[in-house]
Each structure stands twice: as C-alpha cells, then as structure tokens.
C-alpha cells in the first residue's frame, strides 16, 4: 500500500495577548525550542507530508521561525481574524493543490505528538470524512464540547453556544481535526458565522458532514498532551509536561539521571551511551552529549559539543561554541566559550576560556583566563598541544601559545610563545631573613602602646 499524501495547516495566527508580551505566543520556548517548532516537528513525522502555517498580519518573525524549521513551509497570512475555519481557508491554495489526508493544529498546543497525528488519519482509510481529536477535560469551561449520539460524533457545539445540558459535557474538542482530504475543501468552505461571536468556527464541519450524510469520529487522548498556551502559568505546565517526557525518553535511552527531576533538557539534546547526568544540571539548546561523559552537578550547557568520557563541572559554565574533545575534563567555576579544547585537554579550575583553540593534551591551570575581549573586538587564542599554562595566568589575545611550551604562574602573556618554550612574566622576588619577626615587633609595639 502507499502511503497517502497529508497537508498539515496549522493555525498560529493568535496574538496572544495573555502572555503579557511582545513576543509572539508561539514563538514562547518549551524545553529551548518554540511552541510552533514542536508542532511543525510532530507534523513532519507523518509520511509525504507538506506543511502550511497560517499566521497573523506583521508577524514575520513567526513565518522566520516556521522556515528556519521547515524550510519547505508555506506560510499564509489570515488578514482578519475571523475564526478558526477562516483561518483555514487561508491557505486555500495549499488545500487546492489536494492531499489525501488534510490535519488542522492549533500552534499553540507543543505537546501533540507524531503518534496522535499517525491515530488521527487512521479512520479516513476505513472511510469517515473527518476525525475530532477529543479529551475528558478536568475543567470543560471554554472548550467546545463534543456531542456524541449513538457512537457517533454529531457536533461540536462552543462554550458561548451551549445549552445547560450540553454544558455539562466533559468530552471536549482538542482542536485538532483530521479531514478526508477529497472532500475537506468543500466541507469547509460551507461553514458560516451563524453563532454567539459571529466567527467562522472549524467545529461546524461536523455537523456539515452529517449534512452530507457523512461520517465524523472522535480520536481520544489525554488533557496533558493538547494543552493550549494561552497564559505564562500555562506555559510553565507544558514545561513541565515536556521535561517529564524528555527526561524519561533519556532514561529509556540509558542515561543516567540520579535526580531526574532537576535536570532541564531541550527537546533536542541528544545522547551517547552510559551518559551521567548528576543532580541541577541544565541543558539548553544544541547540545550532544557523548558516550561515557559525565556532567557534574549545578553545570549549565548551551550549543555545545561534549565528547566521549568527557567529564563537566561540578558548576562548570559551557557556553554556545564549544567543542570538548574525548577525555577533556572541565573543573569546577571555569567557563568556555566558542572555545576547540581537543582531547585529553584539562582546565580544572576557576578559568574563563573564550575564542580559543586549545591542543590536544595541553593543561590550562587554576585562573587562567583567555583576555579575549579589548572593549571593542574579540580576539582569538590559539594554544598548541601539550602545552602547560601556570595558574593565574592571563593569556591576552590575539595571542599564540606553541605546542609544549611552559608558562610560569602569576605570568599576563602579551608575546607568542613559541614551541617549547617557557615563558615567566613576573617581578623578580625579593627575601628579606629576618623581615617578617621584625614586622610582628614594631606591629606588636605599636598596638602596645595605643592600649595604655
Ligand atoms: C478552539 C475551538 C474549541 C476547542 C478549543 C481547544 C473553534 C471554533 N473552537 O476554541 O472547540 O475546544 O479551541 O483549545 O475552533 N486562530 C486563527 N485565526 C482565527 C481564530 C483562531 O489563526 O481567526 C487560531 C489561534 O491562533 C489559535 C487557534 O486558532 O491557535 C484557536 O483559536 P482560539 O481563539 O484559541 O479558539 P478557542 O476559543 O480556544
Ligand atoms: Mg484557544
């Protein structure tokens, strides 16, 4: 059998005025990624998919971000924001050109899965023009209820619509639907605005199709996987939802999570094998995690590349640009960024390393710090392999450390150093014998004689 074609619009043409910002709702982040990236990237899992996002007027950087994710997106604009089956018609060329099956999500709900979709289009094989996904709602308030007779989906009604008893339905409308796509065109396009708002509302397809003597079926699923954002104190529940998920895909994937409820994952962090991941450790976007690594606890990586056995932290800082290499070790309160530390490299202690490309093997001791930053421009240091770098040192940049060369503690490096060379850049020692006894007798004397 081959696969049939699906088109997945989805509708994110909401403002979003809730969230109280000037961010658009579904550009809000779970887990690093946009409310409108985890919906476009459960809609690509289904076969021979295109994709058609309906967004609002001056919402540009929404149409950004659903091309930086599929580039092969239309984007659509809905003018007027006449309702949800309006919205849909938004993008009636991409109906137009016709799939076998059609989808219609909300942007705004991150936490639908590839599976649901997969559920959803099953009945139109086996011939219903439409499936409603639905869930037992803790509080129907505001939803459109399902009325179900017989078996068999009849309407939909809206909160602001419903009679007494109608309210009384927990089984409610998700908001995504699933359409014959032969027939989905016409059925929308017969909806009207016949309602308490006087909107376009997608619900009335169900009751379009009964007109036509056709079918319409629910899909159930959990509340917690069609949760819409609408509110900041929503946003944090699906952040919620989502770090369970994730966490537990990692530990079915075999990583080692001791405390998995303070570890924060991004929907993209990827892992090796025998991973450890200790207790309050946060990982944000673009990062891997290779096989063997551990990451100490209170550690916080963003866009980094961790290498096989590498261990982080405890309170290591790794920032976008870094590449540890296999059997680097990176201590506690040091600091990388858009830093190459190749393997076997060691920067133990308190140490900032940024714009830096550190050699094989080389020792980077407590304090050292690349000066990368003149106030006005960024400046690279380059350290060769093997080399050992004293504690507290300041390597000022541009600046280059050859392969094996020795710098002595205390020094602030402003010259090349070359291949196995020792470079000591300190004031020469003075001893006094005697001095410090002495120093004690006149401190002594003088405290003395102020007390009498
Ligand atoms: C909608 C459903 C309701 C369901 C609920 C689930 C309709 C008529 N109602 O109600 O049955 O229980 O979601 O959360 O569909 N949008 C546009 N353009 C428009 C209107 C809406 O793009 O003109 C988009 C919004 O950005 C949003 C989605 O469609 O992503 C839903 O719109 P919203 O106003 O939130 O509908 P609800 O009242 O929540
Ligand atoms: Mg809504």
Do not use: W
């Not at 989808?103 to 139109?124: C, H, N, Q, S, Y």
């Not at 708002?197 to 899909?219: H, M, N, P, Q």
């Not at 920067?347 to 490309?357: C, E, I, Q, R």
């Not at 350290?383 to 600046?399: K, M, Y």
């Amino acid at each position: 059998m081959t696969a049939r074609s699906s088109l997945t619009v989805v509708l994110a043409a909401g403002e979003g005025t809730r969230m109280r910002s000037s961010l658009p709702k579904v550009l809000h982040p779970v887990a690093s990624q946009s409310l409108l990236a985890h919906v476009l990237n459960a809609a690509a899992a289904a076969d021979g998919s295109s994709l058609a996002v309906v967004i609002g007027p001056d919402h540009e950087a929404v149409a950004a971000e659903a091309r930086r994710i599929r580039p092969d997106a239309q984007v659509f604009v809905q003018h007027e924001r006449l309702g949800t089956a309006h919205a849909v018609l938004a993008a009636r060329e991409a109906l137009a050109r016709g799939a076998d099956d059609l989808l219609v999500v909300f942007g705004d709900t991150p936490l639908i899965t590839a599976e649901t979709f997969a559920r959803m289009r099953a009945p139109l094989r086996q011939g219903a023009a439409l499936a409603v996904l639905g869930f037992q709602a803790a509080d129907p308030t505001g939803y459109g209820r399902l009325v179900v007779e017989n078996g068999k989906l009849v309407a939909i009604r809206e909160h602001a619509d419903a009679s007494t008893d109608e309210r009384k339905i927990t089984l409610c409308n998700a908001g995504v639907m699933a359409f014959d796509g032969g027939c989905a065109l016409a059925i929308i396009e017969k909806i009207g605005n016949n309602n308490a708002k006087g909107e376009y509302y997608l619900t009335d397809a169900v009751s379009v199709v009964r007109d036509l003597g056709l079918e319409a079926v629910v899909i159930e699923t959990s509340e917690d996987e069609v949760r819409g954002i609408n509110t900041k104190a929503q946003l944090a529940e699906a952040e919620a939802v989502m770090q369970a998920r994730l966490r537990k895909a990692a530990l079915d994937a075999g990583v080692t999570l001791i405390a998995p409820d303070t570890v924060y994952l991004a929907a993209d962090t990827t892992f090796g094998r025998d991973v450890t991941i200790e207790p309050f450790v946060v990982i944000g976007p673009g990062v891997s995690i290779a096989d063997g690594a551990v990451i100490h606890a209170f550690s916080h990586i963003v866009e980094a590349k961790i290498g096989k056995k590498v261990s982080v932290g405890p309170y290591a800082r790794i920032r976008p640009g870094t590449s540890l290499g296999d059997g680097a070790r990176i201590g506690n309160f040091v600091e990388t960024k858009a830093a190459v530390l190749e393997a076997g490299v060691k920067v133990n202690h308190l140490s900032y390393v940024g714009d830096a490309h550190i050699g094989a093997n080389s020792n980077l001791g407590a304090g050292t710090i690349t000066c990368n930053y003149d106030g006005f421009s960024k400046h690279k240091t380059l350290i060769g392999e093997g080399a050992f770098i004293g504690t507290n040192s300041s390597l000022v940049a541009p600046i280059k450390i050859g392969n094996g060369a020795y710098i002595g503690s205390g020094s602030v490096i402003t010259k090349d150093v070359p291949d196995d060379a020792l470079a000591v850049e300190r004031n020469q020692q003075t001893i006094r014998e005697g001095g410090a006894k002495r120093y004690r007798e006149i401190k002594m004397k003088a405290k003395e004689k102020k007390g009498k």
